[in-house]
């Protein structure tokens, strides 16, 4: 894999989800503590999140 190719695949990870993590956080923020609860609901979307981004991940590197 090029190092072009490398450097794409990351860029496009790592922009969508500094920008959900950062959403995230202002979510489980927003009334000042953290219960269990949030913790579980949010553990599931980024569980949902990580396959999103698996599956783009994937649809790259099999158009290269």
């Known amino acids: ?3 072009e190719t490398l ?3 990351l860029t496009a990870v790592a922009v969508p989800t500094a920008l959900w993590l950062n959403e995230l956080y202002k979510r ?18 980024l569980l949902s999140k990580v396959e999103e ?3 783009d991940v994937e649809e790259i590197l099999e158009e290269e």
């Open 1 to 3: 894999m090029e190092t």
């Open 7 to 9: 450097l794409l695949i």
């Open 28 to 45: 489980v923020m927003a009334d000042g503590k953290v219960t269990l609860d949030e913790v579980i609901e949010e553990g599931k979307a």
């Open 53 to 55: 981004v698996k599956d």
